[in-house]
């Protein structure tokens, strides 16, 4: 057997004697953990828990603790911070709400130059498309007209020549020539109809 594993052995032994009872081990309760301790050799004595105990604000003349009057001291300091803190917040969200509103601001000049680019190109094509009709053959023109949306050949009819215009609803259908002669007649009231 080597020498370590012999002196374990022996430590072990020497543990189990020590412990008392054939094989038992006894239980020691808090109390008696708490007063035995290991003290290595050379090492200095484990010194005693401090008790610590709540210290009470001196109190001056007039009643005050030093505490109390320390806080009414700077109130006035505390109140003047807060509230320089809370403009400062408030600064800073006016520059947010500004910097919102120009965007927006941005987004409606940029519509409403939109909006005129789109009402120029639907009077452009408003005007080709009434040229094109115009130029087509009464009979043809009637042909595609009773195709179209009613409202939309109205318009149309209203911006031709009513020469040119008669001529076309001599050619369609009597009931379609009939709706959009309502319409058209609708529409050139200067009175609203309801």
């Not at 038992?24 to 005693?48: C, K, M, N, W």
């Not at 210290?55 to 009414?72: D, K, L, Q």
Request: aromatic share 4%; with cysteine; glycine share 6%.
């Amino acid at each position: 057997m080597s020498k370590p594993r012999q002196f374990a052995l022996s430590a072990a032994a020497a543990v189990l004697i020590g412990c008392g009872s054939a094989g038992g081990f006894d239980v020691l309760s808090p109390a008696q953990a708490e007063t035995i301790r290991q003290v290595l050799p050379g090492a200095p004595a484990a010194a005693e828990p401090q008790k610590l105990a709540r210290e009470t604000a001196p109190v001056i003349a007039g009643g005050e603790s030093e505490v109390e009057r320390f806080c009414s001291n700077i109130a006035d300091a505390a109140r003047d911070r807060r509230y320089a803190l809370q403009a400062a917040e408030l600064k800073q969200l006016q520059a947010e709400v500004d910097s919102r509103i120009k965007a927006l601001e941005a987004k409606r000049s940029e519509y409403e130059t939109w909006l005129k680019r789109r009402e120029v190109f639907l009077a452009r094509a408003e005007e080709g498309v009434v040229g094109i009709y115009a130029g087509m053959k009464p009979d043809a023109a009637a042909e595609r007209l009773a195709i179209v949306d009613v409202n939309l050949a109205a318009a149309i009819l209203m911006k031709i020549d009513s020469r040119k215009a008669s001529v076309i609803l001599n050619e369609m259908d009597q009931k379609a020539a009939a709706k959009l002669t309502g319409i058209m007649a609708s529409a050139a009231r200067r009175t609203d109809p309801s």
